[in-house]
Nanobody, 123 residues
Framework: QVQLVESGGGLAQPGGSLRLSCASS????????MHWARRAPGKGLEWVTG????????LYADSVKGRFTISRDNANKTLYLEMNDLKPEDTGLYYC????????????????WGQGTPVTVAS
């Protein structure tokens, strides 16, 4: 079955960096666009960034543009999120999500999510 397992979260100071990973199994990773989303404490789910199945295009929320970088390793079926210049407002549970259909587009339709990895930005 499809599994997405995030890791790499933790505590970072403002201005610091973290790198999240999302290990996948149970589907052909290279056939699907992948995304990251987050949920801040007491708030709703916020889409963060996405990447085409071949890595040819990426898209970012304005709140993270210029600070976060999404990437993927199709050979190792893993999605990454490099987070730099972290801010307290980046605190939350970070999820990776699989696009529902095997196509390159930005439609917000996801069929599988990981369990999330927590990120806390505080001094």
């Amino acid at each position: 079955q499809v599994q997405l397992v995030e890791s790499g979260g933790g505590l970072a100071q403002p201005g610091g960096s973290l790198r999240l990973s999302c290990a996948s199994s149970g589907f052909t990773f290279s056939s699907y666009a992948m995304h990251w989303a987050r949920r801040a404490p007491g708030k709703g789910l916020e889409w963060v960034t996405g990447i085409y199945k071949d890595g040819s295009e990426t898209l970012y929320a304005d709140s993270v543009k210029g600070r976060f970088t999404i990437s993927r390793d199709n050979a190792n079926k893993t999605l990454y999120l490099e987070m730099n210049d972290l801010k307290p407002e980046d605190t939350g549970l970070y999820y990776c999500a699989k696009r529902s259909y095997p196509r390159n587009d930005w439609a917000p339709e996801f069929d599988y999510w990981g369990q999330g990895t927590p990120v806390t930005v505080a001094s």
